[in-house]
């Protein structure tokens, strides 16, 4: 087993997460300490001005700076760590066209902690034909296989969502014997999920966030507004599919001349749609939906989630695990995979053709 520290910092913009994982790049060991680093308001608003950008474009440069200061920074924290998996800031994805963007130069953080970095995950997948998102569901495999282990879950099929700023679902069968093994995973992105409730909220508040969805928990969502929405052929169709932070820009003008309570419970009556249309998509019904992210935070985001799944939602500490740090383990666990030649996604997550080992290892300079 190796002590691998994985670093997400994910399409919310909000900061970085830094945990520890103990795996063989098959099963999780041991769950480690983990570290939040909040961006600045200054770091914040160099990274939201370069969302969108492409490597080349001065704005990314300095977003890149800002990525590998503030990881290197984190890193340090964790001495004990012999190997990082950094995800790098999300600027741009368009699987289909330019690529995959993720600002931050995984060979100078390697130099800077002096340890292996693996980082630019997704780049590969895209190469061969993928989405290059979402990434974690291998993980969730892994995650689901433990808690079975740990008696912590029935071993039958389950859904693990991850609300970030983008939502993801990934249908899991914890008795596959490998993440890649036929009918093991089933994923998709779902929709814009606490992104645009950050950015409504930002614009019109000053907020970074609906704390605890009070706002939202205090209007009335507009349904016509929602099943419009939802006519949005990405919703029609079939995965693999992903998504870009603000792929439905659009969504905002539809919210003007809405309270911004109502505003927010909309939003959130969105997410919850999205969701539940993508359940469609799935072998069969889940036993449960795990819920991971910021987004299960939110009372309005989890409520709605009840009232129009077809199963019970539970926050994944239901299952022992850590909802704020999964995606960070994900990428500790992804990089011991990278380094084992293990692969990192296929065609039930980002539809590859084939399984794909992405991520490249930067190693530190010797002596
Ligand atoms: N207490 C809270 N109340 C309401 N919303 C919250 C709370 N805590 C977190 N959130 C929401 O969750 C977001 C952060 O979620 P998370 O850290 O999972 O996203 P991310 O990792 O940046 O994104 P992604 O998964 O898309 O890469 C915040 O920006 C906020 O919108
Ligand atoms: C391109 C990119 O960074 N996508 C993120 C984003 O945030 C959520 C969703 O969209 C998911 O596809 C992905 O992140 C998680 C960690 C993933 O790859 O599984």
Request: glycine share 12%; hydrophobic share 45%; aromatic share 8%.
């Amino acid at each position: 087993m190796i002590r691998a520290l994985g670093m997400m910092s994910g399409t919310s913009l909000d900061g970085v997460d830094a945990a520890l994982i103990e795996t063989d790049g098959i099963r999780i060991g041991s769950f480690g300490r983990s570290a939040f680093r909040a961006y600045s308001d200054n770091e914040s608003a160099v990274l939201h001005g370069a969302l969108g950008c492409w490597p080349g474009d001065k704005r990314t440069a300095e977003a890149a700076a800002i990525s590998v200061a503030s990881h290197a920074a984190l890193a340090q924290d964790f001495p004990e760590a012999g190997l990082i998996g950094f995800h790098g800031q999300t600027l741009a994805h368009d699987p289909g066209g330019w690529g995959t963007h993720q600002a931050g130069d995984g060979a100078a953080l390697a130099r800077q902690v002096g340890r292996p970095v693996v980082w630019d995950f997704r780049s590969e997948d895209v190469r061969q034909g993928g989405e290059g998102a979402p990434l974690a569901p291998f993980f969730h495999w892994a995650c689901a296989e433990w808690a079975v282990g740990q008696g912590r879950l029935p071993a039958r099929p389950l859904c693990f969502l991850n609300l970030g700023g983008v939502g993801n679902l990934t249908w899991v069968d914890p008795t596959a014997t490998a993440p890649e093994a036929d009918g093991a995973c089933l994923a998709f992105d779902t929709g814009p999920a606490n992104a645009p409730i950050n950015d409504l909220l930002r614009q019109r508040r000053g907020w970074t966030r609906d704390e605890g969805g009070a706002l939202a928990l205090s209007g009335q969502a507009r349904h016509n507004v929602v099943a419009d929405f939802l006519r949005h052929p990405y919703f029609q169709r079939p995965p693999p599919k992903s998504l870009d932070r603000d792929s439905f820009a659009g969504l905002a003008d539809q919210l003007r001349g809405l309270s911004d309570a109502d505003a927010a419970a909309t939003l959130v009556a969105v997410l919850a749609e999205s969701v539940a249309a993508g359940m469609r998509w799935f072998p069969r019904l889940p036993e449960q939906v795990l819920v991971c992210g910021g987004g299960r935070h939110n009372r309005a985001i989890m409520a709605a989630l009840s009232a129009v799944l077809p199963c019970p939602v539970q926050p994944v500490e239901a299952a022992g695990l850590d909802g704020d740090m999964l995606e960070a383990q994900a990428f500790g666990w992804l990089a011991v995979r990278v380094q084992r030649g293990l692969p990192t996604s296929g065609p039930s997550t980002t539809g590859a053709p084939r399984p794909v080992c992405g991520g490249r290892i930067s190693w530190p300079r010797i002596g």
